[in-house]
């Protein structure tokens, strides 16, 4: 059997690059697609990471070699004090690149103070143009601030801006166009994600989902679309520009109707510190038990490592979305960190 030393890898051989880190599990928005109106059984503070535990497993990651860490939740800027947290973060020896999923609200306020302390790019999620299914979607009337926080990102990170966007059947899908208009506009990119099995009221169905298929066919026939030559080949998303050299590109993340497990390098962390090695993971690995446990003799780091590398070997091969057999993951989107 090959041994499990040197890069970051599983049994198939994918070396992890890529890490997310959920900073905290509440929101202030209330996603229709998400979690329920009334929110959610929030974790108490106690059982969240501090800065200086998340400092140190990233670090142990970097070491690891993981190249690529975003910060998210639940909604990351809810979490106080975070230019502290981006500050220790981005001064990892080894860290390629710090950045941040956010749904954009007090984006503008804090984006100066987040750029000071050294995030390298944001993306925004984005569900509607239009104030009232904005506000239907998010629960909460918010259209304007978040578009002030678009602006502001642009002004403050390395582009190009990528937007996130979640399409539900019935409710934003005569928006296809709108969002590409933007991209064309903008100079933006728009990042259609599918709608997944992973909302907190378990409540989704395949007949809600628009695929990535249904949108690049609906934006072609007015805006012709050719691959981006530059397409990153472990990103999520298959991007794709406007053929008639307008800038501005389209990506297409379709984890349920076209799965790219075959190419994920990525894990996630949860703000109660658990390690996830799949979006779906129906189990996971505690690592906050073992930066708090008083009884580790020897060096933490190594004893961590340890643990890592193991739990990363065995990432789960693939999701089965959609097929017999699926099981739900253990936690909701926001609770793992998307
Ligand atoms: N609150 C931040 C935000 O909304 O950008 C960060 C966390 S959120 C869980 C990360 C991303 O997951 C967002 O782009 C959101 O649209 C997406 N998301 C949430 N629930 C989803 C679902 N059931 N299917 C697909 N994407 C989902
Ligand atoms: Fe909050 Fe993001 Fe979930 Fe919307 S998608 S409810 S903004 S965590």
């Known amino acids: 059997m090959e041994r499990n030393t ?25 996603c229709v697609y998400c979690m329920p109106a009334e929110g959610l059984q929030w974790l108490p503070k106690a059982d969240l990471l501090t800065f200086e535990e998340i400092e140190s497993l990233a670090s142990s990651f970097v070491r690891l070699g993981v190249k690529k860490i975003r910060l998210t939740g639940g909604e990351p800027l809810v979490r106080a004090d975070l230019p502290k947290l981006v500050e220790r973060l981005a001064r990892i020896d080894g860290l390629e690149d710090l950045s941040l999923t956010t749904n954009g609200l007090g984006l503008a306020k804090i984006a100066p103070a987040l750029s ?34 678009i602006e502001s990102a642009a002004c403050y990170f390395e582009g190009p801006l990528k937007i996130n966007t979640v399409l539900v059947r019935g409710i934003n899908d005569g928006e296809i166009l709108s969002f590409s208009e933007l991209a064309r506009r903008e100079g933006v990119e728009v990042r259609f994600i599918e709608f997944m099995p992973l909302d907190a009221q378990k409540d989704w169905k395949a007949d809600q989902l628009i695929t990535g298929k249904e949108i690049h066919d609906t934006i072609s026939q007015k805006y012709p679309l050719k691959k981006d030559p530059h397409q990153d080949p472990h990103a999520p998303s298959q991007d794709w520009v406007f ?93 793992i960190g998307g």
């Open 6 to 30: 040197g890069q970051l890898k599983d049994a198939l051989g994918r070396v992890i690059e890529n890490l997310r880190i959920s900073i905290t599990d509440r929101c202030n928005f209330r």
């Open 116 to 149: 000071e302390a050294g995030l390298d790019r944001v993306n925004i999620s984005l569900d509607s143009l239009v104030r009232a299914v904005f506000e239907k979607i998010a629960r909460r009337d918010a259209l304007d601030e978040v578009l002030c926080g």
């Open 243 to 335: 053929a008639d050299g307008q800038g501005g590109k389209i990506g297409f993340i379709d984890p349920v109707s076209a799965p790219f497990c075959e190419s994920c390098n990525r894990v996630r962390i949860t703000s109660d510190g658990k390690l996830r090695t799949c979006l779906f993971s129906v189990g996971e690995t505690n690592l906050k038990s073992i930066l708090r446990d008083p009884s580790n003799e020897g060096d933490p780091n190594q004893k961590l490592e340890e643990v890592i590398r193991k739990a990363v070997w065995n990432k789960e091969p693939g999701h089965l979305i959609s097929q017999k057999g699926f099981i739900h993951a253990s936690r909701s989107m926001s609770q």
